[in-house]
């Protein structure tokens, strides 16, 4: 059961562990080698083009100089090790951890748990009230010395088998594997380069699909990696050669797919009815097609198409004769409306639920005889049902204020739901509910957490540059002296409507129970006001994402939770943007800055394997219409000489699917040669992580831990408690 890591990874695996050991205590600069370009009348500097060829052995040697160089400076700092130490002893405390929870029919619980004090989560299935270990991925870590995860999983309906993926290093490149769940023995042979975790069983258990990226040949560039892939149709037990491409680009090409279009299928016992969904990875909306299952067994699928990206569809169910899908056409908020496939005209579904005053609907499950809905408002997240007839539901009551979860029922088997709880201050717990009354499953342990400090939860509205209201969430301890002089650190996203939300983390206590502050700031391009306030930080509009996290940051200074001289700013992935750009536009109000595998260089993203997969949410520099936005955004073109940038630290894992870690490389050598004020810039890497995906509990310890020092550190404040 071992995944593989790509070539790349494996090279940069072997020189970075080298180098690291014989490194110089200070690494050199990186040469410039610029490449200008003239981009629709504009010429576009990037002093550390080459920097993209990561295979390169130069590139490769200084990579593993820096990263040498910023595990020596983290060591040494004061403190640095205590707070891992507390990080690790605080997550333990909260007992197991538990990731997506699958309902099937007969009760049985399929789950991913990772036990207290463990590095990495199992599989577990539960079934009258004890729980089986069904796949451990450190059995493959203990052969191959190198962190195994998995990536997702799905149940048979009869429950008999067990379909997931496994992947190496954080890489994400996970096979499929089929497991017996009765002998707990692997079944037919691993099916590789199936990414995605779209696997969808056949009503019958007996068969199952998936979707299947190309092998690329060696002349092949990265940016074909997501193109025309292929939804895989694979009988239990037969040969993987024996599997039959049933949707995709090159499969139906009459659907007048577009070589992006990534599909997946859904089946459910009970339904005479398959749904072929297409999205390009990254935005949720795609088409929509319908077929009989039973035209899986005669030559070519009859797909008819019954809905396109521009009916605004984000989340489809299918029970029996109907498709209930989650809309913001005509529905800013969002909508769940219901279409009989007999009759498959999208004019002639009909509304099942909407979105209260003052709500945003995120998702909805359905059940025996009703349809569950998440309702957003702000960070928190409620429940909401809606009967046959009635599309304002009702508001369920709750154990307390959170974020409340669905967890999935795909068979749609019981009367009642199942629901994971969390708040900013409250650990999770899985509940039952039944009616009106949520009762404690006892998934999770009662969670007591020695000598952390009571925090208190602040809500406010941050003014914007241009007026508009932006909401914001303080946590600091309770009793905390606003005097300017506490450590603090704003976080932001604000892309793919994805919102900062309620939730605990353990880890996090380290900070505040250091007179820390911590503010998550729902800047535009979050969903916290729905569709509309992500398309407020979209493409054209993104500048309003660093823009809000600037004023953001002016609301703490003034406030006085924090000054320049104690604010830190950070962003992961996609807040690369919010981070970057945010310092690059407003150095002076920051002593240091979190740049976590971030996107540093919007313009060539889309030059990479992922990137091309984003150019719906942050458009192609290959479009005149879009090329201004895009270099504005790019935090790596807007790095001046000579401008005093505060303390940066870069933190990026070598197999990263998502955004390559050229990103990094290039943001760092370009702040180093740049900045004036003689703050630190590290490039922190990890051989064995990717995106964060997979990582283990230790490499998510070691992690916060060199954060939340490194910011102690520059705001004159390590070794404090």
């Not at 059995?139 to 799905?154: D, E, L, Q, R």
């Not at 579904?349 to 995120?362: C, K, N």
């Not at 914007?464 to 209201?469: F, N, P």
Request: hydrophobic letters at 40%; glycine letters at 10%; proline letters at 6%.
């Amino acid at each position: 059961m071992t995944a593989t890591l790509r070539p790349l990874a494996r090279a940069c695996t072997a020189g970075l562990l080298a180098a690291t050991v014989a490194a110089a205590s200070v690494a050199a600069p990186a040469p410039v080698r610029d490449t200008a370009e003239t981009m629709f009348g504009v010429t576009v500097h990037d002093p550390y083009r080459y920097f993209e060829n990561v295979r390169d052995p130069q590139v490769r040697d200084w990579m593993a100089a820096q990263g040498a160089q910023a595990r020596q400076a983290l060591d040494r700092i004061d403190g640095r090790d205590a707070l891992e130490k507390r990080i690790a002893q605080l997550s333990a405390a909260t007992g197991d951890a538990i990731q997506r929870i699958v309902r099937m029919p007969g009760d049985r619980l399929f789950y991913l748990r990772r036990v207290r004090g463990e590095r990495q989560y199992k599989l577990v299935l539960r079934e009258g009230g004890r729980d089986r270990v069904l796949v451990d991925p450190q059995v493959a870590s203990a052969k191959t010395g190198v962190p195994h995860a998995i990536n997702y999983f799905m149940p048979s309906w009869d429950g008999r088998h067990v379909a997931y993926g496994l992947s190496a290093g954080g890489s994400e490149e996970a096979s499929l594997y089929v497991l017996d769940v009765r002998t707990g023995k692997l079944v037919g042979e691993p099916i590789p380069r199936v990414r995605e975790p779209i696997v969808s069983w056949l009503p019958d258990s007996q068969s199952f699909t998936y979707n299947q990226l190309r092998a690329l040949n060696a002349e092949e560039p990265e940016t074909e990696t997501y193109l025309d892939s292929k939804v895989m149709w694979q009988r239990l037990g037969a040969p993987a050669s024996e599997a039959r491409a049933v949707f995709g680009p090159t499969v139906n090409r009459q659907l007048g797919l577009v070589r992006l279009d990534v599909g997946a299928i859904t089946f459910v016992p009970g339904s005479p009815w398959m749904v072929a969904r297409t999205t390009d990875t990254t935005v949720p909306e795609g088409s929509l097609f319908i077929a009989r299952v039973a035209d899986l067994g005669h030559g070519e699928v009859p797909w008819k198409r019954i809905a396109g990206p521009e009916d605004g569809i984000v989340d489809i169910d299918l029970k029996g004769e109907e498709l209930y899908f989650r809309t913001h056409k005509d529905a800013p908020l969002y909508k769940v409306m219901k279409l009989d496939l007999r009759q498959p005209q999208l004019s002639r579904a009909v509304e099942v639920a909407r979105a209260p005053a003052g709500g945003v609907l995120e998702e909805f499950a359905v059940g025996r005889d009703a349809v569950m809905a998440s309702v957003r408002e702000g960070t928190a997240i409620g429940l909401r049902e809606y009967r046959a007839g009635d599309t304002a539901g009702r508001r369920i009551a709750l154990p307390f204020t959170g974020a409340a979860h669905l967890h999935e029922d795909p068979a749609h088997a019981h009367g009642d739901w199942l629901y994971t709880l969390s708040g900013w201050t409250q650990a999770p717990r899985t509940y039952r509910l039944q009616g009106s009354a949520s009762t404690d499953t006892g998934l999770h342990p009662k969670v007591k957490l020695s000598g952390a400090p009571a925090v208190e939860v602040t809500e406010v509205q941050v003014r914007s540059h241009d007026g508009v209201e932006v909401p914001m969430t303080i946590l600091h301890r309770k009793g905390l002296r606003r005097d300017g002089g506490n450590p603090t650190l704003l976080n932001g996203y604000g892309s793919y409507g994805f919102t900062e939300t309620a939730r605990f983390d353990p880890g996090s206590i380290a900070w505040l129970e250091r007179g820390g502050v911590l503010a998550y700031a729902n800047v535009r391009g979050s969903g916290v006001h729905g569709e509309p306030w992500h398309r407020a930080g979209f493409k054209a509009t993104k500048a309003n994402t660093w823009k809000d996290g600037i004023a953001c940051a002016q609301y703490l200074v003034a406030q006085r939770f924090a000054s320049p001289a104690t604010l830190a700013v950070m962003g992961t992935s996609a807040g690369g943007i919010f981070v970057g750009r945010t310092v690059t536009d407003a150095p002076q109000l920051f002593a240091a800055a979190i740049f976590n595998v971030g996107v540093m260089d919007a313009v060539r993203a889309e030059e990479s394997a992922n990137g091309i997969t984003n150019i719906s949410e942050f458009g192609s520099y290959k479009d005149p219409k879009e090329f201004p936005a895009l270099l504005e955004m790019s935090t790596y073109h807007h790095i001046r000489d000579g401008v005093a940038y505060p303390a940066v630290l870069l933190v990026h894992g070598l197999n990263d699917p998502r955004v390559d870690v050229w990103h990094s490389a290039k943001a760092a050598a370009r702040l180093q040669a740049a900045s004036s004020s003689g703050k630190p810039v590290l490039l922190r890497l990890d051989a064995q992580a990717g995106h964060g995906v997979g990582s283990t509990a230790t490499q998510r310890h070691a992690m916060q831990a060199d954060i939340y020092a490194f910011l102690l550190w520059q705001m004159g404040k390590a070794g404090t408690h």
